[in-house]
């Protein structure tokens, strides 16, 4: 399976803090994405990041890929109080073009 | 441009009862995949439509089974239910469902199975 493993599962940090969350996968891929969902609702996109990038930037976030240990982290600058949220990371590849999503990790921002 | 439309929000069935759970795409995307959500499995995919064929399958019984219709708008259907069923089910739609494309997901169906 090409699911990605996020760590850590649970982060509770203050507003301003930055978030820093990991991705990692066992076989090769084409892209990893990273996904946000609030409570009970859908999934967001965030990132998109391919295999040959190592480093992608989305106004706060920063995403980085490092292949060679088969890892992604997404790193939120700043936190607010609204990025509360599980953040999802997904790959696709190994001949699929299907996401595979990991567990999450849920990030809770205190005012 | 309107999103992903999951209908109904909210949904209470009894054991071995069906469902229908419908999904509007994004206007233009052509592919639809669902996916099913729980605490203890996370996100678990369960197949995708496109252009009214599916072209992926995940490794969940036959029991549920889906369509598509000329117009992108899928439904998926779960028979005989059981209470392991009881889940977040999620509609997502993109362009062309290449995986090189982000998904775009609706707020879900929350179904209880009792």
């Known amino acids: 399976s090409q699911q990605g493993e996020e760590d850590p599962q649970a982060l509770s940090i203050q507003e301003g803090e930055n978030a820093t969350m990991n991705c990692s996968y066992k076989?090769?891929?084409?892209?990893l994405q990273w996904y946000r969902q609030n409570s009970g609702r859908g999934l967001v996109h965030l990132i998109l990041?391919?295999?040959?990038?190592r480093e992608k930037h989305s106004g706060r976030l920063r995403v980085t890929l490092d292949t060679s240990k088969k890892s992604s982290s997404l790193l939120i600058t700043a936190s607010r109080a609204a990025d509360t949220a599980s953040y999802f990371c997904?790959?696709?590849?190994?001949?699929?073009?299907?996401?595979?999503f990991g567990r999450g990790t849920s990030l809770i921002v205190h005012p | 441009k309107a999103g992903v439309t999951q209908t109904p929000r909210y949904l209470i069935k009894t054991r071995g009862q069906q469902v229908t759970l419908s999904c509007s795409p994004i206007?233009?995307?052509?592919?639809v995949s669902w996916y099913q959500q729980t605490p203890g499995q996370g996100l678990q995919f369960l197949f995708e439509?496109?252009?009214?064929?599916?072209?992926n399958k995940g490794n969940f019984p036959g029991r549920f089974s889906g369509r598509q219709f000329s117009n992108s708008r899928s439904e998926m259907n779960v028979s005989t239910l059981e209470l392991g069923d009881s889940a977040l089910y999620l509609c997502?739609?993109?362009?062309?469902?290449?995986?090189?494309?982000?998904?775009?997901f609706g707020n879900g169906t929350r179904l209880t199975v009792t």
């Open positions: 439509y496109f252009s009214e064929t599916q072209r």
């Open positions: 076989t090769s891929i084409n892209n």
């Open positions: 206007s233009g995307h052509r592919s």
């Open positions: 990041i391919r295999s040959n990038e």
């Open positions: 997502a739609s993109s362009l062309v469902g290449t995986g090189d494309s982000p998904l775009h």
């Open positions: 997904a790959t696709v590849g190994g001949g699929s073009y299907i996401p595979t």
